[in-house]
């Protein structure tokens, strides 16, 4: 085999591996459903779900380094820092082999996340096809947060101040990240108030879409 042909067939090669997986960044204030919603959408699409949040309460839980680091910002509703927070998602993602894509949930929040996100999806010949973010009002994330304390036993739920701030982080830091996504055209906002399978139904319109 020649060079250029060698070539044409690698190009080809890491252009179909784009193609065919499926990478979702699922978005939306704390309490827009992004948990929950994964849930269905892995299984309907078959994706590896990355909750940057469960993973982060999985190290908590286990008294793990990283687990002790994210803790104190986590109790307060701020975010854990950049660093530690790519680098854990990374790991994440080389976990698995042959995926047909991923669900990013609560990740990327900040806009460094997101370049790092990109970048390191190409150096693995893949990108993200879509960002569906889920649109819910302020007081009904707060409602929908105090509520899901009683069930949860999420310290950073029960507390009203804690979910207030964590609701300010996000409009502060992470909002800005869908101008990301909205400037390379694949930024795509979804009513997050209905039943759980009227916001299924929307998301999969959507995400069908973007897939095709
Ligand atoms: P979540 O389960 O998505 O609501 O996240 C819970 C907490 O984990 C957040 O309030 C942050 O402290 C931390 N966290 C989760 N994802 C990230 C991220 N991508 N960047 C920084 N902190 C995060």
Do not use: W
Not at 3 to 13: E, G, S
Not at 25 to 41: I, M, Y
Not at 105 to 117: H, I, M, N, V
């Amino acid at each position: 085999m020649n060079v250029c042909t060698l070539v044409i067939r690698v190009i080809f090669a890491a252009k179909q591996t784009i193609l065919r997986m499926l990478n979702v960044v699922l978005f939306g204030p704390p309490g827009a459903g992004k948990g929950t919603q994964s849930e269905v959408l892995l299984q309907r699409y078959g994706l590896v779900h990355l909750s940057t949040g469960d993973i982060f309460r999985y190290n908590i839980k286990n008294a793990t380094e990283l687990g002790q680091q994210a803790k104190a910002f986590m109790d307060k509703g701020e975010l854990v820092p950049d660093s530690l927070t790519i680098s854990m998602l990374e790991s994440e993602v080389v976990k698995h082999p042959d995926p047909k894509g991923f669900i990013f949930d609560g990740f990327p929040r900040t806009s460094a996340q997101a370049e790092a996100l990109d970048k390191f999806l190409a150096s693995r010949n893949a990108s993200i096809t879509c960002m569906l973010a889920l649109e819910v009002d302020e007081e009904e994330l707060i409602k929908r947060l105090l509520n899901r304390a009683t069930t949860s036993g999420r310290a950073d739920d029960a507390d009203e101040s804690i979910v207030r701030n964590r609701i300010t982080v996000y409009n502060r830091e992470t909002a800005p990240v869908a101008g990301y996504y909205q400037s390379c055209g694949k930024y795509c906002g979804v009513k997050g108030v209905g039943t759980v399978e009227e916001i299924t139904a929307r998301l999969c319109a959507e995400l069908d879409a973007f897939a095709h």
